[in-house]
């Protein structure tokens, strides 16, 4: 069986990029830019760049951002109408006991026995943090806590969240909850971009449930930061999750294993800020123009063209700029017949050794089958390759 290889082609794209290499490459470099935590992981939300990259890989107990998860399952149901805004649920005594008053937990104060709504009970987990508003949901859409939580986990696959998974909806202490930096920054723009008729309930001051008024838990809220939670777990320590924008521009941010509280409230702000300010724009290729050739086996051409879909640009630093470079990546051989516009590669945009972002790449043109002759030259061509 031949062994699968991946083989980048990728001297147009070099070529290409010295047009775009910054003028100030040849300077000396500054420090890389470290957070104070174990994990972290932003990306700027128009371009896709990712600006800060640690352990992002690295998974760690999600605590309250679980509730971030929780809440997008019921606005993914509330806009398949499997629910309706005016939906209630009643209040267990699990629910009451395990996130309610007696918890001595983030609670929204449900009473033992009523029904709330589902826009109230998503109030109350978005602004409350509300264990209980959680457990009462996932009673009534699943019609248990584990089995909301088995659908938790499916629909972060469905987002891309491969590393994550949940065992109950409120995040509270078991082994199972896990997620990484980058799926809750993939989670944090999906519930931005997917959701804006629901998203201003994050910055949304205070809430009162059952004559108890309680501010907004998310003590980063301000000054660009407008979402979306908080957490702790003993052993991993304080995360957060954050959505910022000022001046036109959003990043979306996740951190976890920091210290405490106070080095939380100030790095958060700190690396947004730095995200914020630290970056310009730089455009690399226009829609559907050529990045660059790749080889085709069994075809009646040898090369098809690759181009974008979307415009390509990326941010680089303002005050510490490096080489930036591209790259073709696509699994070879590339089988004829292709039609126009198919998926053939990924262009793979470095600054640096750093990975900024990754942009599919489609045909310009088909290839058709190649004679006997043609594929004959393929064959002896592969063969060549295959054993450099």
Known sequence: MRKATYRSYCSVVVAAGLAFLSAGAAQSQTAPFIAKAEQAYMID?????????????????????????????????????????????????????????????????????????????????????????????????????????????????????????????????????????????????????????????????????????????????????????????EGSGFAAVVSAEREGRRVYLALSGITDDKTRQEEARRVVDWGLTAFEKRHLFSKDEVVGSVSVYGGDASYVDLSPKEDVSVLVPVNNPERISGRIVYRWPLNAPLDVGANAGTLKVFSGERLLREVPLYTKGSVGKGSLTQNAAGALKELLLFWL
């Open 45 to 233: 939300a128009e371009t896709g760049t990712v600006l800060l990259s640690q352990n992002e890989d690295q998974s760690f107990p999600p605590a309250s951002l679980a509730k971030l998860m929780t809440v997008e399952v019921v606005l993914d149901a509330l806009s398949k109408a499997q629910v309706t805004p005016e939906t209630a649920f009643p209040v267990s005594e699990y629910a009451w006991r395990t996130g309610g008053a007696p918890s001595r937990t983030s609670t929204m104060f449900a009473a033992l026995k009523s029904s709330i709504g589902i826009n109230d009970l998503l109030t109350g987990i978005i602004v409350q943090n509300a264990n209980d508003g959680c457990i009462i949901i996932a009673e009534g859409m699943a019609g248990s806590d584990p089995a909301f939580a088995k659908r938790m986990t499916v629909r972060a696959g469905e987002l891309g969240m491969s590393r994550s998974r949940f065992t109950n909806s409120t995040g509270l202490p078991d082994p199972g909850n896990q997620t990484t930096a980058r799926d809750m920054v993939r989670l944090a723009q999906h519930l931005h971009d997917t959701y804006p008729d629901r998203y201003g309930l994050f910055t949304k001051p205070d809430f009162e449930w059952n004559r108890i008024f309680q501010r907004n838990k998310n003590t980063l809220l301000g000054n660009g930061i407008d979402g979306l939670g908080l957490g702790f777990a």
